[in-house]
């Protein structure tokens, strides 16, 4: 901390060099400084709320800060350097958690212009913030755990307490459980809180400059979505220096007597099955992913050997297309998968170039309907694209569903349920009729990854599926089969009733 923190009065110089002192070293130097640079100037104006920041930054959040606030963009999102991200995470990771996931802050009860409030004007105190993580799939201390893993900005490992929720990897930011002084003051004074459930956010990397982004999760009730704030496709970025290898994972917590509504059955042997193919055509067989090794790779290479990985590189095919051909050529390290717990998927981009995935987990925590969007994911990002827990449910929810909506049908048809606007007993419901013919193919689909290497597809791209890509992985998860297997053998027949 300077002896002598600079004021609002001074030179914007002066300002932007005391701060940049105090950042974390996430980001690149010159990025850092364009940042603080523009917000200084931002500021310049409101010499109260200036003093505020030079106050929270300079003493690291000891001392009591009013908000901070800048106005908000159309897109919610403030450019900086080329780059687009939630202005809010940019100055958090600059000033406090250097590694921090665009998802993961949630805001103190005292902040009024909290990003999350919807404000024109948007707060961008670090000290604000809280940093918060998922609890994770299950119920034990364990799978927590999975969670709260730290990758500090020098390499290092570190996990947080298993009972923690709030997590604080960096010495300068206050613990969860012992908040700073001015969060102590401001909390007395502010109204008690509403609901007392967790908050629950995606942990997943920082947008950059993609066509899209994702806003972050309103922490306060968990039923309250994402809000997407751009166009079809999502971007993920990077956390961290990117990690090559399987030297910095972590190894898939195995949960015991864990399962899911009373299921009992054993889990199955291979924890998933990946198929490649190159626009519409499957080349060669399918890759079975035993469930001993939670981590493989996908990548552009040609060891035939199997195992925990899946090269691309040595499969051929005679109708091979030119934009195939090329594509194939920067694939290189691909990607990795890892399995956790019983069932939750992470995926880290090992590739030089963006990976795009559909994943009905990213697009249910963007408050997108399934399959609506396609998500960009950046080279070194690392981010959870599947959980076990919320597919279990929907999967649940869509068949009971289904079921009740053909059970409708059905008695509507024989007359039996003369709703308005029905015609000789039969009542037209074209969401009704939609629900009735959700079928096995739609429920299984909640259990399938599907990743294209290099080239994107969707609104926002020439190529409206991904089969028009020129290659691509689908991945069938085997656990979430077994438990959709086992929700259908369970549900009821459907009783119309008697027909007339």
């Known amino acids: 901390m300077s002896v002598n923190p600079p004021s609002s009065n001074d030179a914007c110089l002066s300002i932007v060099h005391s701060l940049m002192c105090h950042r974390q070293g996430g980001e690149n130097e010159g990025f850092a400084k364009r940042a603080i640079e523009s917000l200084v100037k931002k500021l310049k104006e409101k010499k109260d709320e200036l003093d505020s920041l030079i106050t929270a930054i300079t003493t690291n959040g000891v001392h009591p800060s009013k908000c901070v606030t800048i106005q908000r963009t159309l897109d919610g999102r403030l450019q900086v350097a080329g780059r687009k991200g939630f202005p809010h995470v940019i100055y958090a990771r600059l000033w406090r958690w250097p590694d921090l996931h665009k998802n993961e802050l949630k805001h103190v009860k005292f902040c009024q212009y909290a990003f999350d409030l919807k404000y024109d004007n948007v707060c961008v105190n670090p000290y604000h913030y809280e940093r918060v993580v998922s609890p994770g799939i299950g119920t034990s201390r364990s799978s927590r755990s999975v969670s709260l893993l730290t990758l500090h900005s020098d390499g290092r490992l570190q996990t947080a307490s298993p009972q923690a929720q709030v997590m604080t990897p960096t010495p300068r930011s206050p613990t969860p459980t012992q908040p700073s002084p001015h969060q102590q003051a401001a909390q007395q004074q502010s109204q008690p809180p509403t609901n007392n459930n967790p908050p629950t956010l995606l942990l997943t990397p920082t947008g950059r400059t993609g066509t899209a982004a994702i806003s972050t999760l309103r922490a306060r009730r968990p039923s309250t979505v994402t809000v997407w704030t751009g166009s079809s496709t999502a971007s993920y970025t990077p956390i961290g220096p990117q990690q090559n290898g399987r030297a910095h994972q972590q190894p898939p917590l195995h949960h015991q007597n864990h399962h899911f509504c009373g299921v009992f059955s054993a889990g199955p042997e291979f924890w998933c099955s990946i198929s490649y193919f190159e626009m519409d055509v499957q080349v060669g067989e399918m890759f079975k992913v035993p469930s001993s090794c939670p981590v493989v790779t996908v990548d552009g290479y040609v060891d035939p050997s199997g195992g925990d990985r899946f090269c691309l590189g040595q499969l051929s095919n005679v109708h091979r297309t030119d934009a195939s051909e090329r594509a194939r050529l920067h694939i290189g390290k691909g990607v990795q998968l890892e399995c956790r717990g019983e069932g939750d998927v992470w995926m880290r981009c090992m590739s030089d170039h963006a990976v795009f995935v559909q994943s009905y987990y990213l697009d249910r925590e963007a408050g997108r309907a399934p399959g609506d969007a396609v998500h960009k994911i950046y080279p070194g990002a690392y981010i959870k694209v599947f959980d076990l827990r ?43 009729s939609a629900a009735a013919g959700i079928g096995v193919d739609d429920l299984r689909r909640l259990c399938i990854l599907r990743l294209s290497f290099v080239k994107g597809w969707g609104p926002d791209y020439p190529r409206q599926s991904i089969k028009h890509t020129p290659c691509w992985v689908e991945v069938h998860l085997h656990r979430a089969l077994q438990l959709l297997d086992e929700v259908l053998h369970t549900m009821p027949l459907a009783d119309p009733g008697p027909a007339n």
């Open 390 to 432: 919320q597919c279990h449910r929907q999967m649940q929810q869509q068949a009971a569903t289904a079921q009740a909506a053909a059970a409708a049908q059905a008695a509507a048809v024989a007359g039996n349920i003369p709703g308005p606007g029905s015609v000789g007993g039969i009542a037209p419901a074209v969401s009704l």
